[in-house]
């Protein structure tokens, strides 16, 4: 069985870590185009999927085969097609579980369907933008920033505070660096819409600005 894998060496690693069935074959694609272009794979993971139209409408052209998109901030009823959406934020595909949001019972029939021959433990979540962890997460670090910018305490003595009072795993700047700022703003932006909770902290927007600029 071929699957074919759109993704960065650091979610490369993080699959090939999981102990997935023998007989999948992965066809690691080099760009978006070769992935769309590849014609013997049986599912596609589009692991740096962007919420583009035009990329939306190619990898529909993928379907009825099982197309799966690192789609965290944006749900399938934003992008309007029967995609499957995974948490695959950095350090979130090598956890024992993977987070799943589907489009209706005929993907999650499907989803249950690839991932159970994939041996690749799940779950199913509601189709919410940022599913469950990454919202609950973005929330941690966001609280953090606040915290922070009010001059509080410094990042290491709040990460520190975090995994000794609380045994995190990772204090909240940890996990901001792990996953990425930018795709914590991304998140947030869209949660802040329609959630005051999700206000973002201005710390956190101007550094992620300035990583943004010096990248």
């Known amino acids: 069985m071929k699957i ?3 993704a960065d060496e650091k979610l490369k690693e993080e699959i090939l870590s999981k ?11 080099e760009s978006f185009d070769a992935l769309f272009r590849e014609e013997n794979a049986i599912a596609f993971f589009d692991l740096q999927f962007k919420n583009d139209k035009d990329r939306i409408d190619m990898l529909a052209g993928l379907l009825p085969r099982p197309v799966i998109v690192n789609a965290v901030p944006f749900t399938l009823e934003n992008i309007s097609q ?14 024992p579980l993977s987070e799943l949001a589907v489009w209706n019972d005929n993907s999650r029939i499907e989803a249950v369907s690839l991932f159970d021959q994939l ?4 779950r199913l979540v509601p189709d919410l933008p940022g599913m469950i962890s990454p919202r609950i997460i973005s929330m941690i670090i966001n609280e953090a920033y606040f915290t922070f910018g009010a001059g509080v305490s410094t990042k290491e003595d709040i ?28 998140l947030l932006s869209v949660l802040s819409v329609t959630n005051k909770r999700y206000t973002i902290s201005e710390a956190l927007v101007r550094e992620a600005r300035n990583l943004q600029h010096n990248n």
């Open 82 to 95: 029967p995609f499957i959406r995974i948490n695959a934020w950095p350090g979130f595909i090598s956890r």
């Open 119 to 122: 041996e690749w433990p799940f």
């Open 159 to 186: 990460d520190k505070a975090m995994k000794l009072g609380a045994n995190y795993p990772y204090g909240p700047f940890e996990w901001a660096g792990k996953i990425g700022l930018g795709r914590i703003l991304e």
């Open 19 to 29: 102990n997935i069935s023998s007989s999948i074959v992965w066809l690691w694609m």
């Open 4 to 6: 074919a894998v759109l």
